[in-house]
């Protein structure tokens, strides 16, 4: 599942203005490389929509079916907010309405090693 946390107005190349979805995925529990600490966060990711303002507004909150999952594109660089530190990426986060099984999530997680699984 997936939850509506806000939109955005967006200008397409020719002119007209269009809303996009804020989605943002549940909370996992990721590693830290630097502290080997574990902390929290949640994959978000946007999407396009053909809804006005009003209804972007009201579907804050709405929980979706689906998940938010990583793409490999051409790299950018991308500027961190926080500390203004420019890194350059090659993936971006999309989303797929159709949910996942939890073990589809472990075959299909682009870390999975199979030695690590116990039979």
């Given at each position: 599942?997936?939850?509506?946390t806000?939109?955005?107005e967006?200008?397409a190349k020719?002119?007209h ?7 943002q995925?549940g ?5 830290s490389?630097?502290t ?6 949640s994959?978000?990711?946007?999407i396009?929509?053909?809804f006005?303002e009003k209804?972007?507004?009201a579907?804050?909150?709405?929980k ?5 999952f990583?793409?490999t594109?051409?790299?950018?660089e991308?500027?961190?907010k926080?500390?203004g ?6 993936h971006?986060w ?7 099984t939890?073990?589809?999530e472990?075959v299909?997680?682009?870390?999975f090693?199979?030695?690590t699984?116990?039979?």
């Amino acid at each position: 599942m997936v939850t509506v946390t806000g939109y955005k107005e967006c200008q397409a190349k020719d002119g007209h203005k269009f809303f996009s979805l804020n989605l943002q995925g549940g909370v996992e529990m990721v590693l830290s490389k630097g502290t080997g600490q574990f902390y929290a966060t949640s994959k978000q990711a946007t999407i396009t929509s053909t809804f006005d303002e009003k209804t972007c507004q009201a579907l804050i909150g709405t929980k979706l079916p689906g998940k938010i999952f990583r793409i490999t594109c051409d790299p950018y660089e991308f500027t961190n907010k926080e500390s203004g530190e420019i890194i350059t990426l090659n993936h971006r986060w999309a989303y797929d309405p159709n949910e996942a099984t939890s073990l589809e999530e472990v075959v299909y997680d682009k870390e999975f090693k199979p030695e690590t699984m116990a039979f």
